[in-house]
Nanobody, 122 residues
Framework: QVHLVESGGGLVQAGGSLRLSCAAS????????MGWFRQAPGKERKFVAR????????YYADSVKGRFTISRENAEMKTYLQMNSLKPEDTAAYYC???????????????WGQGTQVTVSS
């Protein structure tokens, strides 16, 4: 079982930055993918970014490419999402997820955090 806890959400003005963190509590294991998804009210959960076990294996949704950066610390089982140049349309609950496949599909991830709210004002 993997327990994920996100932190770092909040209210920020358009153009600002936030850094989300996700810590996994479990016995140590390797080879997993860590991803970030977001869900706005009344909308489906959407892929934001993911990082594989190997350094450099990062992928982003087109909507955040060039503005968001995902990173991870394998030894600490943590992942981070640095969000710059935030826009009002980035407003959503952001979720951290862990899975065994390198995929953008939310239903392929096995473990989820409780989410952290990000609100970007115009």
């Amino acid at each position: 079982q993997v327990h994920l806890v996100e932190s770092g959400g909040g209210l920020v003005q358009a153009g600002g930055s936030l850094r989300l963190s996700c810590a996994a509590s479990a016995r140590r294991f390797s080879g997993y993918t860590m991803g970030w998804f977001r869900q706005a009210p009344g909308k489906e959960r959407k892929f934001v970014a993911r990082t594989g076990w190997s350094a450099g294996s990062t992928y982003y949704a087109d909507s955040v490419k060039g503005r968001f950066t995902i990173s991870r610390e394998n030894a600490e089982m943590k992942t981070y999402l640095q969000m710059n140049s935030l826009k009002p349309e980035d407003t959503a609950a952001y979720y951290c997820a862990v899975g065994w496949l390198a995929t953008d599909s939310a239903d392929q991830y096995d473990y989820w955090g409780q989410g952290t709210q990000v609100t970007v004002s115009s």
